[in-house]
């Protein structure tokens, strides 16, 4: 090997290196970033978004123009939601896959349900029962990553 070839051959190990992660943490934080890219959680952060917005909004009638905005929001992301896969489905093989997928796919048509009565009612301007059906569609968060991550 000429002492150019050595030289050439090093620069190309040391540029690899520099561009691998360093540690293990720091390659699973590259993954975690994949991750949280992907369609599926860019659509929950929707929801979530506009959860925040109705929490502080539903006490108030004179806001019930921008919770039904954000409301129809949650409706389109939801919607989209329930047509994408996830790792745990991902993960399963078979009958399994199949069971989580049915059992994600009825959680989220019963989120989405409380969705379209929580509209219902700001459109017959009952904030009293949106704020109880907010209440419910947290639970259905919270009961969905429970069972359909690895959070639960």
Do not use: W
Request: net charge negative.
């Amino acid at each position: 090997m000429t002492l150019r070839s050595a030289t050439l051959f090093a620069l190309a190990l040391t540029a690899l290196f520099i561009t691998l992660p360093t540690t293990p943490v720091e390659a699973a934080r590259q993954l975690e970033t994949v991750d949280d890219d992907s369609p599926l959680l860019q659509e929950m952060d929707v929801i979530e978004g506009q959860l925040k917005l109705l929490r502080r909004n539903l006490k108030k009638p004179e806001e019930n123009a921008n919770s039904l905005k954000a409301i129809q929001e949650m409706q389109r992301a939801a919607v989209a939601c329930k047509a994408m896969s996830f790792p745990m489905a991902e993960a399963a093989e078979g009958e399994a896959k199949a069971e989580i997928l049915k059992g994600y796919k009825l959680e989220m048509i019963g989120m989405i349900e409380t969705i379209l009565s929580m509209e219902r009612a700001l459109l017959n301007d009952d904030n009293d029962k949106a704020r109880e059906l907010y209440k419910t569609i947290k639970g259905f968060e919270d009961s969905g990553h429970e069972k359909f991550t690895d959070e639960g």
